[in-house]
């Protein structure tokens, strides 16, 4: 059982590349989220998917796009990515919609460079 | 909107010293509150959570207890050790409606436990 999984774990891009970063779960979760940590201000969300063939916006969408083709992965693309997008990027993975109890559980993250 | 609060860091102990690190929230409604850990170079890990008024929550020695008249859920550990050193972040979920849980985080402290 290996959680949360993230690749690639580093990764430097030149301004206007593009790139997809992959995660996978093995937990059978309905839910999946895509996260990007700055330094001070803690992790905000980028999108989401409650569930196979749907994806939603969450608090900084700009620049990406997701897809959920299945259920276990969920991707996460930079169509031409920004120094902005500089980041590390965390994808998460919560069982259900059983109320604002349940846990969300965190892959170890993937450290993108954008120059 | 909701937002979290968390004291600043970086927060410098020797070990079996006293940890609080504060917590304080804005949200609507009843969330749920939860810390989550980072040890350096890995993912998210949740730490403890609680989910209702003077609920407390406890995990590995560290203790917060959902304070709903002040918005508080400030962190303690009696006696930290090299091991605790890592960021920390609080953490509030809301339940959105066919959207999962949203979880929104504070900018993280960091705690340097040293011998």
């Known amino acids: 059982n290996a959680g949360v999984t993230q690749t690639p774990k580093f990764r430097v891009l030149k301004t206007g590349q593009s790139m997809t970063l992959l995660c996978a779960q093995d937990?059978?979760?309905?839910?999946m989220y895509w996260y990007r940590q700055d330094p001070g201000m803690g992790l905000r969300l980028i999108h989401y998917?409650?569930?196979?063939?749907?994806?939603a916006k969450g608090e900084v969408p700009d620049g990406y796009n997701v897809s959920r083709l299945k259920k276990q992965n969920f991707l996460l693309g930079l169509e031409s990515a920004a120094p902005s997008q500089t980041s590390v990027y965390f994808c998460?993975?919560?069982?259900?919609?059983?109320?604002?109890?349940?846990?969300?559980?965190f892959g170890p993250g993937t450290r993108l460079t954008v120059l | 909107g909701d937002s979290v609060t968390q004291m600043e860091g970086p927060v410098t102990l020797s070990e079996e010293a006293f940890l609080t690190i504060n917590c304080t929230y804005t949200?609507?409604?009843?969330?749920?509150l939860f810390w989550y850990v980072q040890y350096p170079g890995e993912g998210l890990q949740l730490l403890l959570k609680?989910?209702?008024?003077?609920d407390k929550g406890s995990n590995k020695g560290f203790e917060a207890t959902y304070r709903k008249e002040t918005t508080s859920f400030h962190l303690e550990k009696g006696s930290v050790q090299v091991s605790d050193s890592a960021v920390y972040f609080c953490?509030?979920?809301?339940?959105?409606?066919?959207?999962?849980?949203?979880?929104?985080f504070g900018g993280g402290t960091r705690v340097l436990v040293k011998p």
């Open positions: 609680a989910t209702k008024a003077d």
């Open positions: 949200a609507t409604g009843y969330p749920s």
């Open positions: 998460a993975s919560s069982y259900r919609a059983g109320g604002s109890t349940d846990t969300q559980y």
């Open positions: 998917s409650v569930g196979e063939g749907t994806t």
């Open positions: 953490a509030l979920s809301r339940m959105i409606k066919a959207a999962g849980n949203k979880l929104t």
């Open positions: 937990m059978n979760h309905e839910y």
